[in-house]
């Protein structure tokens, strides 16, 4: 199994209910990536081109707190929207990790994606900014590779987490 999962995808994809059960059950340690770089954005927007230089020391510091725990002999789950330079950060990890990184994209409809926003009691993100992620998303399909993306329109938490579970155990 791998060391290091990182759950990403749009916002209301599921990344956080579903870290959270598979580090609940599965003894992972829960990394809450976009906690991580709020130090770094307390007002959000990560995105914008201005925060270019910031956004890179947001996941040098995500990249750093995955490798200490590893290090200490932990498994962990990287709960993570990324929020830009997706293919940069995703690349760090892979050179950090190599086998021992599971990406995974959780990536239900836009449909499901704005309900699911419209519902949230925390943070909503809005429909403009979900379909901008979810296109951003949508091209690192073939850098990231179209079997890391999961469907999760018509999953509870739980059938996605066996899946996660079960693709570790494959070692797909």
């Not at 209910?17 to 003894?27: E, M």
């Not at 050179?95 to 949230?120: H, T």
């Amino acid at each position: 199994m791998q060391k290091v999962i990182l759950l990403t995808g749009p916002g209301g994809a599921g990344k956080t209910t579903v870290s959270k059960l598979l580090a609940n059950r599965n003894g992972y340690v829960y990394l809450d990536g976009d906690r991580e770089d709020s130090a770094f954005f307390p007002s959000g927007n990560q995105w914008l081109p201005e925060n270019t230089e910031q956004l890179k020391k947001a996941h040098e510091k995500i990249l750093k707190k995955t490798k200490d725990l590893v290090d200490q002999g932990k498994n962990v789950v990287i709960d993570y929207i990324i929020f830009g330079h997706y293919q940069e950060f995703i690349e760090s990890l892979k050179q950090e990790f190599g086998d021992d990184l599971r990406i995974l994209v959780l990536f239900p409809s836009q449909n499901i994606l704005r309900k699911r926003d419209k519902n949230r009691e925390c943070w909503t993100t809005g429909a403009e900014r979900i379909a901008a992620v979810y296109e951003e998303f949508q091209a690192l399909k073939s850098i990231i590779g179209a079997r890391s993306f999961v469907d999760t329109t018509d999953q509870t938490p739980e059938e996605t987490l066996a899946m996660v579970i079960g693709r570790q155990l494959e070692g797909e």
